[in-house]
C-alpha cells in the first residue's frame, strides 16, 4: 500500500558508480510496473515499465529486474550522473483495473 | 500527441480563503483522472479519482472535494482551506491505448496556506 505519512528512504551513491534501487510489492494480481522519476517540484516522469511476463526489461543506462516469486522490483542504473538525483517511485496495477498502487519512493543522491 | 496541462503552478492563499486548481487533458478520450498530493519529503497520497464525467470517488475523507464537468477537465476545490492543506498537487490520467497502457502526471501545483 501507499506509505505517504514516512520519510522517504535515500540512497547516496558517488558520479560514474552503478546505483539499484529496491522495491517490494505485495499484490500477487498486479501484471504491470512502472518505475517515475521525480526531480524537485516536478512531477513525476516515466523511466520504464515491464509486464509480469518478463523478469528483465532494459532502457538507455537503466534496467529494470522483476522477480515475481518474492514479488521485487529493482532499477539499476548505469554510470549514475548527477541528473540522475531525484526521488525514484516504484508503481503497480493489477490485471483488472487501471489505478496504480505507488512505492514510497527512493532518494537517489548522487554525489560529484 | 497527449498532453496533461495543470495550473497555476505555484499558489499561496489565506486559511479560510477558497481553492480551485485546474487539469485538462489533450489528446485522449475517456481518460481515468487523478488527483495526488504529497508532503514535502513524502509519498503520493492519492485524493480523488474519476473514471467519468460526473463520477469521483474519495480515497482520503478531508477538506477538498473534486469534481469533472468534462471528460478531459479535472478540478481540485476547497471552501475554506487549512493550513494542513499545504503540499505539492499533482493531477494524472490513465488511459489504454491500443493496446499499451499511459499513465502521466502533470507538473503539479505548490500550494501554501498561510
Known amino acids: 500500500g501507499e506509505s505517504v505519512g514516512l520519510h522517504l528512504p535515500t540512497l547516496s551513491v558517488q558520479e560514474g558508480d552503478n546505483s539499484i534501487i529496491n522495491c517490494a510489492y505485495s499484490?500477487?494480481?498486479?501484471?504491470?510496473f512502472i518505475w517515475y522519476k521525480q526531480e524537485s517540484g516536478k512531477g513525476p516522469q516515466f523511466i520504464i515499465d515491464?509486464?509480469?511476463?518478463?523478469d528483465k526489461r532494459q532502457g538507455q543506462r537503466v534496467t529494470v529486474l522483476l522477480n515475481k516469486t518474492v514479488k521485487h522490483l529493482s532499477l539499476q542504473i548505469a554510470a549514475t550522473q548527477p541528473g540522475d538525483s531525484a526521488v525514484y517511485f516504484c508503481a503497480e496495477k493489477e490485471t483488472s483495473g487501471s489505478r496504480l498502487t505507488f512505492g514510497e519512493g527512493t532518494q537517489l543522491t548522487v554525489n560529484p | 500527441s497527449q498532453t496533461i496541462h495543470q495550473w497555476p503552478a505555484t499558489l499561496v492563499q489565506p486559511v479560510g480563503s477558497p481553492l480551485s486548481l485546474e487539469c485538462t487533458v489533450e489528446?485522449?478520450?475517456?481518460?481515468?483522472l487523478y488527483w495526488y498530493r504529497q508532503a514535502a519529503g513524502r509519498g503520493l497520497q492519492l485524493l480523488f479519482y474519476s473514471v467519468g464525467i460526473g463520477q469521483i470517488s474519495s480515497e482520503v475523507p478531508q477538506n477538498l472535494s473534486a469534481s469533472r464537468p468534462q471528460d478531459r477537465q479535472f478540478i481540485l476545490s476547497s471552501k475554506k482551506l487549512l493550513l494542513s492543506d499545504s503540499g505539492f498537487y499533482l493531477c494524472a490520467w490513465s488511459v489504454w491505448d491500443s493496446g499499451v497502457y499511459g499513465y502521466t502526471f502533470g507538473s503539479g501545483t505548490r500550494l501554501t496556506v498561510v
Open positions: 489528446g485522449t478520450s475517456n481518460p481515468n
Open positions: 499484490n500477487s494480481a498486479s501484471d504491470y
Open positions: 515491464i509486464r509480469s511476463n518478463m
